[in-house]
């Protein structure tokens, strides 16, 4: 299977543990998305890139998380300082363009 | 931003039957895409449907950009659509394919 990949699919830290998460994509697509999801709401993105520029980033990309995707192959999600209103799913997705292709997320649990 | 409401917000439904979900949108959109989230939380793309109208087997999905709404149609419905469908846009105004999720319709098919 060729699709969104995503490591590890389950995280359970501590407050103020760092944690990082992996996304890798579809390979021939150039532009793979970072999304945060918590119970009962949609997806709320959070950071994009095109090849291995980081182009946006959500206001809720705090100063304790950061996004890198280096050659513009797989992407890391990393958050420093984990606090409790951290826990959610982050998912990631990848395009070519038009139709984005979602991995089954990473789920984060802070205790 | 662009504001993304689905309703109903809940559906129960009896294997065999058809529904429609509808999505509203606050603003013009270059993108709009129809996504379901099965139980493991899996996010899979259904529709790229900016407008008119596509079929998928027993699902199919129309947009009508002008009055700013789209539907998702499930006929015969089995126990394996049971999830949560999002309707997810991107406004006219963003581009990048950043996309804004509505908070989903829960759909519930018992046998």
């Known amino acids: 299977d060729t699709g969104v990949s995503q490591n590890p699919r389950h995280k359970i830290t501590k407050r103020g543990q760092n944690v990082t998460f992996r996304c890798d994509p579809i390979?021939?697509?150039?532009?793979l998305y970072w999304y945060r999801q918590t119970l009962g709401q949609g997806p709320e993105f959070l950071t994009y890139?095109?090849?291995?520029?980081?182009?946006?980033k959500s206001r809720l990309l705090s100063d304790r998380f950061s996004a890198e995707r280096p050659k513009g192959s797989f992407s890391t999600l990393e958050i420093q300082r984990t606090e409790q209103g951290d826990s959610a799913m982050y998912l990631c997705?990848?395009?070519?363009?038009?139709?984005?292709?979602f991995g089954e997320g990473s789920r984060l649990t802070v205790l | 931003g662009i504001q993304v409401e689905q309703s109903p917000p809940d559906l129960i439904l009896q294997e065999g039957a058809n529904s429609t979900l509808r999505c509203n949108f606050s603003d013009s959109v270059n993108n709009l895409q129809w996504f379901h989230q099965n139980p493991w939380g899996q996010l899979i793309n259904l529709f790229y449907?900016?407008?008119g109208t596509k079929q998928n087997g027993r699902l199919s999905a129309t947009t009508v950009a002008t009055e700013r709404y789209s539907l998702l149609y499930i006929s015969s419905s089995q126990t394996t659509d049971s999830g949560v469908y999002f309707c997810a846009v991107e406004g006219s105004d963003y581009g990048n394919n950043r996309l804004a999720f509505g908070k989903g319709n829960q759909v519930v098919v018992i046998p």
């Open positions: 890139f095109q090849n291995e520029a980081q182009l946006e």
């Open positions: 390979s021939e697509h150039n532009r």
């Open positions: 997705a990848s395009s070519l363009v038009g139709r984005l292709f």
């Open positions: 449907i900016p407008s």
